[in-house]
């Protein structure tokens, strides 16, 4: 399996095609690929469902995951339940200044009979980028190009960015000073 992912540059759906497998079963296994002396690359997983909430995470590369509720609405791992079945990257920037190559695909499991219902996921798997060359969804995108970054937090309740448009919940450790004759662009954005 690791030969295939250093052969095709960690392309999910070629080698879920050559293994018969999953776009989720390729990304699990490439992020347990750390066996000494015949490791691939420090990966990062998360799945998400269409609600927010988090039910599968790996973070070799890094990355910090929220363990509890939903991550930053401005990940690309939301974004990708938008255009289902394409894989979507981003380049991402925690509060820390660490910079991650994110690439995610939403696709749905269940609805094997008639009027059953599916369940709606999205995968979102990334490296730093320091490694970010040796993904094939890199190519193209000049990495160094700091406008292409989006910067993402955690999760709401510890994200440092005062003026993010996407918080969806207040900082635990700052309150936001109303003026009741503006209306901020959102619930908890800054006038």
Known sequence: FIKACFEHRYDVERIARQFNA?????????TTLQRPG?????????????????????????????RHSGA?????????FLQPGRINVQLSQMPDGEIYFCIARSFEKGGFRHNAQRRHF????????????RMIYSDGIDLSNTTQIVP?????????????????HPPAN???????????QNLYGRI
């Open 152 to 168: 993402i937090g955690v999760g709401c309740r510890i994200c440092p960015r005062m003026a993010c448009e996407q918080r969806a």
């Open 72 to 80: 930053c609405p401005r990940w690309n791992v939301y974004g990708a």
């Open 122 to 133: 999205s995968i979102g798997l990334g490296c730093h980028i320091s490694h970010a060359a």
């Open 38 to 66: 015949a490791a691939g690359l420090p990966l990062h997983l998360v799945r998400t469902d269409i609600a927010g909430n988090i039910s599968k995470r790996f973070s070799m590369s890094g990355i910090h995951i929220p």
């Open 174 to 184: 700052h309150r936001f000073e109303k003026d009741p004759t503006q209306r901020p």
């Open 22 to 30: 999953s776009f989720e079963q390729v990304c699990h296994r490439m």
